[in-house]
């Protein structure tokens, strides 16, 4: 029997999903950033040509060691690239350790990430380190990339709110100086029209407006000038469905210059693959080679666990700092 905590949570839940009022917002922490349309209609799009050169990038992190006031964490950032429908380039990243906390925890995290611009006392968690990390694969793949290509991100093209905003900027604008586009897709929005899914709602009035198995996209917000880049260029946002067989829309940030329509019919010819319909197959293999799996945790663990003997730290001390006394108890 539903608790009446649960009912009422249920009946507001419906109110919302059955009913989403009007008004464009994003309850992320880049929501400030953001002018919203005062609506968002989608639009028939069209698929173009594939792009001769596409990179995509993605991320990966896995918690070697918990000790709580201690943590050893591991981070990649994994780049692939696809030129005439073929993979090229399969580079996983190099596999980056960090050690959290200690009594000079900020000091020193915040000197190993590199950066100019970021206080010493600036607040590092796995979220800053990994982005760090990814941001910079994508300031590669620009480097890197042939004129016209599109390079993709995973994720929204907003990095960390700790990373200084040039960083952005100086990408966007040699990106644009190589006739090179940078995307971010975003699989699981946190867009909202009143309060509700935007995706969702989207993609129910598409399929009345433009047909069930139609492709199409919509304009839902431009970054404010000089937000984040510290140009003038900024971002746009969009929604979009990229294949007829797509079940579901992302949310893909773009340039702000970018020829919308055109860079998403271009992007269209990447999510044809019939496992992930909709979705860019560059990002999908990107995520595969990022991610951080079971087995290499225990081998990090290992590893890290060997050099803690070889530094003199005797089996008692390291049981002691790293045991999970929570998980011990649920098997007892």
Known sequence: MATPTLERAAERLAALLGAPGTGLRDPSEHSANLIFEAEAVPRPLDRLAPPADAWAVDGGQALVADARCLQVLVTRASRVRFQGGRCVTEDEGELRAHLLGGADERAAAVEALGLDGIAADTSVDVNLLRDRWEWDAVRQCVEEADPGALV????????????????????????????????????????????????????????????????????????????????????????????????FAFRVDLPAGADAAATLGRLAALCDDAAFPGYPYPLAVADRLAACPGWLRSEAWLQLDELLARAGLSAEVRDRAFTDRHRLMERS
């Open 152 to 247: 993709l991100v995973d994720g929204d093209l907003q990095p960390d709110w700790r990373i200084p905003s040039s960083f952005l900027g100086d990408l966007l604008r040699r990106a644009t100086d190589r006739g090179v586009v940078p995307a971010g897709i975003t699989k699981h929005s946190s867009l909202a029209r009143g309060g509700a899914p935007l995706l969702g709602v989207l993609e129910l009035e598409a399929a009345e407006a433009v047909g069930p198995r139609a492709m199409w996209w919509a304009p839902v917000a431009r970054t404010r000038a000089s937000a984040r880049t510290d140009t003038g260029a900024g971002l746009q946002v969009v929604a979009a469905r990229l294949d007829p067989d797509a079940r």
